[in-house]
């Protein structure tokens, strides 16, 4: 099998098991933001699998200003679902001969920052899935905000795909939805500090055991999306 089947093999193993979105990404694409993987883990690292579940709509619509106990309960089985994705492409990949590192959909190693062991967005991004919004998320022109995601590194060199030449364009709904007004005009301007603060005081609030939101999620279905030139 060489590296094309062996992507369409992996494409359609994530697509079975509820995936809607896939794409592959060149390490040299996202190699300044794995943070806090060990470089034995990492070494000979070729490329990144990026895939996206889809979240319900039903759930998020029902969220208004702060998140709900049903959305944080569909936010860890979403999770885990995910990660069920990504153990399966490993045990495909290794049975193929090659190596391969499943990271987490949801493990912060860093709480003061709320940082991961990589960006799943920003891969996400490189390898064509969509874009990073004023949300701070990826937005995709077919489900805006509404998935979750998760990486898979590999040593085979699998044909990569390229970023989408769009953005959010004249789009602003989670602007003016954010409660913390968090987020502005730009991507850049996005106010980190001010969103955990909220969201941590929703945990407290409203007995959520997750550091969550939603409602810039829920402010962003699809599709989305306007060419960068425009």
């Known amino acids: 099998m060489n590296e094309k089947e062996i992507k369409e093999r992996l494409k359609e193993i994530a697509f079975d098991m509820g ?9 040299s694409a996202f190699q300044d933001r794995l943070r806090f993987l060990n470089p034995k883990a990492t070494s000979g690292t070729a490329c990144a699998a990026s895939l996206a579940v889809r979240l319900s709509d039903p759930i998020l ?22 990660d069920q994705i990504a153990l399966r492409l490993m045990a495909e990949l290794q049975s193929l001969g090659h ?15 709320q940082l991961g062991h990589l960006s799943h967005k920003h891969v996400a991004a490189a390898a064509g899935l969509g874009w990073i919004g ?5 937005v995709t022109p077919e489900f805006g905000s509404r998935v979750r995601l998760i990486t898979v590194l590999t040593d085979c060199r699998l044909p990569v795909d390229s970023p989408l030449d769009m953005g959010c ?11 913390a007004k968090a987020i502005t005009e730009s991507v850049e301007g996005f106010d980190h500090v001010e969103c955990f603060k909220l969201i ?31």
């Open 19 to 27: 995936a809607v979105k896939f794409g592959i990404a060149p390490i």
């Open 61 to 82: 619509d029902e969220i208004e200003d702060h998140p709900t106990k049903i959305y944080y309960y569909h936010y860890r089985r979403i999770n885990i679902m995910l």
């Open 99 to 113: 190596r391969a590192l499943p990271i987490p959909s949801s493990q912060v190693v860093d709480w003061e920052k």
């Open 134 to 138: 004023r949300n701070n998320l990826l």
């Open 169 to 179: 364009g004249s789009c602003k709904d989670c602007l003016t939805a954010c409660p």
């Open 200 to 230: 941590r005081s929703f945990r407290k609030r409203y007995n959520i055991g997750q550091d969550i939101c939603g409602v810039c999620v829920r402010a962003c279905p699809g599709p989305k999306g306007e060419p960068l030139d425009t």
